[in-house]
């Protein structure tokens, strides 16, 4: 074309490296909602704004701090939570575990790799879960974490949760085809930040 210069050099691009311009722009992005978020969404230099527009800026600021309140929390860890969070909590890890985790990275069970079919009633197993969950759903997302987190859950967060819950030593020792114990592994009194003890 005659738009373009004659001496364009040719540049062999690896291609790794536009994944990796994606996921800087993924990131970008990321933060960039990030700042509006924090700052209001405001746009300008500090100082153009007139006291009528402050003062209703100020009052739109504390709704959408309201709003944002309501629209978006963390998700509790679920051992935090009570009736009737907890159950709501449970049964969508329950869909997760049954409809993702199972069918997709649990091979049959064995003694070196144990699983229990009723793995909800053993309260670490729910912990792990949950937090591997919690990682799941952020570390899938590519508009928040780019094209690396599955990758990164992968390493990060199910190897080691899977590693811990079927070791031979772990909450499912007690439990083989026709048996399920929950009790075998609950400590004595202990001290826990979740519960008090009455003395």
């Known amino acids: 074309m005659a738009d373009e210069p004659e001496d364009v050099p040719e540049l062999d691009v690896p291609v790794g490296m536009f994944e990796d311009i994606e996921d800087l722009k993924a990131q970008v992005a990321n ?8 700052t209001g969404g405001e746009e300008g230099e500090p100082g153009e704004a007139s006291a009528d527009e402050a003062e ?3 009052e739109e600021a504390a709704a959408d701090e309201d709003s944002e309140e309501e629209e978006w929390q963390y998700p509790p860890f679920i051992l935090l939570l009570d009736p009737p969070e907890y159950d709501d909590e449970l049964r969508a890890l329950i869909e997760w575990v049954e409809g993702v985790l199972v069918p997709g990275y649990l091979a049959e069970p064995s003694a070196d790799a144990r699983w229990c079919h009723l793995w909800f009633e053993h309260p670490v197993a729910v912990a792990r879960l949950h937090a591997c969950w919690l990682a799941w759903q952020e570390l899938t997302d590519p508009a928040t974490c780019g ?6 859950w992968h390493r990060d967060h199910l190897d080691p949760c899977l590693r811990e819950l079927r070791a031979p030593n772990g909450p499912f020792t007690g439990c083989t085809k026709g048996e399920h114990q929950i ?15 009455d003395g």
Not at 31 to 38: A, G, N, P
Not at 185 to 196: E, F, I, K, Y
């Open 56 to 58: 209703s800026a100020g």
């Open 147 to 152: 094209y690396t987190g599955p990758s990164v």
């Open 31 to 38: 933060l960039r909602s990030l700042v509006e978020q924090l």
């Open 183 to 197: 009790n075998h592994r609950l400590p004595g009194a202990v001290p826990s930040a979740w519960r008090q003890l």
